[in-house]
Nanobody, 120 residues
Framework: QVQLVESGGGLVQAGGSLRLSCAVS????????MCWYRQAPGKQRELVAL???????NFADSVKGRFTISRDNAKNTVNLQMNSLKPEDTGVYYC??????????????WGQGTQVTVSS
């Protein structure tokens, strides 16, 4: 089965940086999207960054210019580089990978999440 494991979260001062990694194991027939979500305490989960199979990226307005998303095919990881972190970036960050199975049905997978805490 496909499994996603996030790492790289932690505590950082405002203005600092963190690099999150999502290790993907198992096989997916075809990956269409790779993205990062986050959920702050008491708030709804939101899409932070998106990476498509075509190589395009998209970011939430709140993180544009500060976050970048990338993939490393050799290491089979999806990464999120977070710079100039703000306290409002605090939350649990989740990796999500979506694609198609062998029957060409769309499926997606979630990681367990990693905590990011930005102190002011």
């Amino acid at each position: 089965q496909v499994q996603l494991v996030e790492s790289g979260g932690g505590l950082v001062q405002a203005g600092g940086s963190l690099r999150l990694s999502c290790a993907v194991s198992g096989s997916i027939f075809s990956i269409n999207t790779m993205c990062w979500y986050r959920q702050a305490p008491g708030k709804q989960r939101e899409l932070v960054a998106l990476f498509t199979s075509g190589g395009s990226t998209n970011f939430a307005d709140s993180v544009k210019g500060r976050f970048t998303i990338s993939r490393d095919n050799a290491k089979n990881t999806v990464n999120l580089q977070m710079n100039s972190l703000k306290p409002e970036d605090t939350g649990v960050y989740y990796c999500n990978v979506g694609g198609h199975d062998s029957d060409l049905l769309f499926v997606d997978y979630w990681g367990q999440g990693t905590q990011v805490t930005v102190s002011s």
